[in-house]
């Protein structure tokens, strides 16, 4: 069993709809995964603006995983199941 | 080659005519030459020079080492090795000052795209408004 560990923040700003949207598909893809080594933070932006401009966050949603930037805006679910598959 | 009267360096570059007399008496610019009335007829050298120092006193560095740092700017190759020194010494309080004006442009650029992006109204500017509420 793969133990490799994941870590997935969502950055999003109040009233951002695009960014539930974001949060649903991030869910949506770690239960198609099915492991339990994938975990996930929702953040709002304005909460934590200096951690999301280290990461270089410029635009909500953004995906970050494991520390890096990986998508601005959604991904579609294919795209983003592949990202984390190639993780494991 | 182009001649500027002092009028004229003042308007183009937002300096008064005293200060661009002042660097003159202080020796930052060497002496301007005069036309056969007296009148300083400064030239694009003058002008770049002059724009140099507009640059480092944005930097609040001080008439002193700005003088320093002309002298560098004039003979790189055989400037003293203090010029040198604070020469590095700047370079490095630029190369700092740089990475903080990235990082706020960056988060400006971030609370901006927020605003544009929201279909409510702009998050940064309630969030404000709650904090100052409490």
């Not at chain 1, 893809?29 to 339990?36: E, P, S």
């Not at chain 2, 706020?104 to 940064?124: M, Q, V, W």
Request: glycine content about 4%.
């Amino acid at each position: 069993m793969n133990k490799t560990k994941i870590n997935i923040k969502i950055f999003c700003a109040p009233n951002c709809n695009r960014c539930g949207r974001a949060v649903e598909l991030v869910q949506d893809v770690i239960k198609d995964i099915g492991i339990n080594t994938i975990h996930w933070r929702k953040i709002n932006v304005i909460d934590e603006i200096d951690y999301a401009v280290s990461l270089g966050i410029h635009a909500t949603p953004s995906i970050v995983i494991n520390e890096n930037l990986v998508f601005t805006a959604s991904p579609n679910k294919q795209t983003l199941k592949k990202t984390i598959l190639a993780l494991l | 080659m182009k001649e500027y009267r002092i009028g004229d360096v003042s308007k183009q570059l937002g300096l008064s005519t005293d200060s661009l007399r002042y660097y003159e008496k202080i020796d930052l610019l060497k002496k301007i030459p005069r036309n056969e009335s007296g009148i300083r007829l400064y030239s694009d050298k003058h002008l770049s020079i002059l724009k140099f120092i507009q640059r480092a006193q944005k930097m609040n560095f001080t008439l002193a080492e700005i003088k320093d740092l002309l002298q560098m700017r004039e003979d790189p190759q055989h400037a003293r090795t203090e010029v040198r020194q604070l020469t590095y010494a700047k370079l490095e309080e630029v190369e700092t000052h740089l990475q903080d004006l990235t990082t706020l442009k960056n988060e400006l650029t971030l609370l901006i795209n927020l605003c544009a992006g929201s279909e409510d109204g702009c998050p940064i500017i309630e969030n404000i408004d709650s904090e100052t509420k409490d």
